[in-house]
């Protein structure tokens, strides 16, 4: 059973910094493209990074590239999201997923095999 478990959410003023994390189990972590994907209400899911199954490579839409990093333990079956320089827009349920045999480019959360539950980032002002 394939499982993607977010964790580190939570509530942090503007400017601050928080790190996400998303533990994987029941595939074969590090030959999975992981992603970080992120809904705010009333609006569509927006694709933020992805890095490839060795980590050696990643991608990041504008809106966050230098801002937030996106790194892997493949030792340990998890991915994570370091936000940095946090802006109330940012206010959203941040979601992880992962998907074989995709390159590190595919924003398309349709693309993407599995999800986590998500988890909750709240910028106030």
């Known amino acids: 059973q394939v499982q993607l478990v977010e964790s580190g959410g939570g509530l942090v003023q503007a400017g601050g910094s928080l790190r996400i994390s998303c533990a994987v189990s029941?595939?074969?972590?590090?030959?999975?493209?992981m992603a970080w994907f992120r809904q705010a209400p009333g609006k569509e899911r927006e694709f933020l990074t992805a890095?490839?199954?060795?980590?050696?490579?990643?991608y990041y839409t504008e809106s966050v590239k230098g801002r937030f990093a996106c790194s892997r333990d493949n030792a340990n079956n998890t991915v994570y999201l370091q936000m940095n320089s946090l802006k109330p827009e940012d206010t959203a349920v941040y979601y992880c997923?992962?998907?074989?045999?995709?390159?590190?480019?595919?924003?398309?959360?349709?693309?993407?095999?599995?999800w986590g539950q998500g988890t909750q980032v709240t910028v106030s002002s």
């Open positions: 997923a992962a998907s074989a045999g995709l390159g590190f480019r595919a924003t398309d959360g349709r693309q993407y095999d599995y």
């Open positions: 890095i490839s199954g060795s980590g050696g490579a990643s």
């Open positions: 029941g595939v074969m972590f590090s030959t999975y493209t």
